[in-house]
């Protein structure tokens, strides 16, 4: 562990029983850095921030915050902060009183109490509020006292659990930027678990996706999206999901058959793939063109079957063989239903995946 690292897991393992929760999981988190942990649900992401907030016993393994040995240190003595899914306000309390109890619990003098929470609602934007009582705020303000509660402690490292889950699509967005700002202010670690990929790829420096207890992929947003390490990780992120066509890579591995069809693979990403007798090529959807002109070995014959305008633009999806295909497309583009099309691939954004062991090529 150096001393640019904020928090270290070693060989993190927990047992329910004969249940395996975590695996021998390992993690570095940096200095400042904001970490995603990101997976289905029963993946182990609530579990690993349960341990590493004190909240859990480890089975086995050590954890490690600010260079101190905290594996078995009670909650209070890790210098965190943790927001919950649910708001835990103290209903009979006011907002003021929300943010203070903590401290004052501490024996904190007055003087800096009043100090921190001045602070904390200042950052949070919530100094209005300081009088009313939890039963008067929108779910959203009750997020803020929420965060401004761990806010006051004045803490190295912040744990959010799920803490958007609750609010509506509107709230999650803009309470989404109010975290970012957060942590481009502060500049304090946090660890962040969510099941909601988009609230990963806008808040997260990495991401690690998760996956029965084992970090899948940890990485920054842009490559997991693009370079993702296995089929399950680029099935998970990204909606609508990366398109998969199952086949075969042939001609020495400089093409991708599926159902007779040939995809050149000049260009991609990955570099020599070799023949392999079942493959899989992910293509995102934004990653795939509609056009009328067939190109040999860059196009692949399709059927318009759905069109789905979303606004900005539209999603359509096609049949090609066998295939199911999605295409993002500007709605000004819109294809006709039961129209023959090709699909341009851009290959050097494409995946490919051995089918045996799911892992990239």
Known sequence: MTAATSISVRDLTLNFGAVSVLKTLNLDVAEGEFIVLLGPSGCGKSTLLNCLAGLLDPSDGQIWIKGQNVTWAEPSERGIGMVFQ??????????????????????????????????????????????????????????????????????????????????????????????????????????????????????????????????????????????????????????????????????????????????????YDGGAVGAREKAILGLRPEHLTITDTAEPGRTIPAIVEIDEPMGADSLVWLKSGDATISVRVPVERRPVHGAPVHLRVDIPKASIFDARTEQRI
Do not use: C, W
């Open 86 to 267: 649910s708001y835990a306000l103290y209903p009979q309390m006011t907002v003021r009183g929300n943010l203070s109890f903590g401290l004052k619990n501490a024996k904190m003098p007055q003087p800096e109490i009043e100090k921190r929470v001045a602070r904390a609602a200042e950052i949070l934007q919530i100094g209005p509020l300081l009088d009313r009582k939890p039963a008067a705020l929108s779910g959203g303000q009750r997020q803020r006292v929420a965060i401004g509660r761990a806010l006051v402690r004045d803490v190295d490292v912040f744990l959010f659990d799920e803490p958007l889950s609750n609010l509506d699509a509107k709230l999650r967005s803009e309470l989404r930027v109010e975290i970012k700002r957060l942590h481009s202010r502060l500049k304090n670690t946090m660890v962040y678990v969510t099941h909601d990929q988009i609230e990963a790829l806008t808040l997260a420096d990495r991401i690690a996706v998760m996956r029965g207890g084992i970090i899948q992929q940890l990485a920054a947003p842009q490559e997991i999206y693009n370079r993702p390490t296995n089929l399950f990780v680029a099935g998970f992120i990204g909606s609508p999901s990366m398109n998969f066509l199952n086949g075969a890579t042939v001609d020495g591995g400089r093409a991708f058959d599926f159902g007779g069809l040939r995809v050149d693979l000049s260009g």
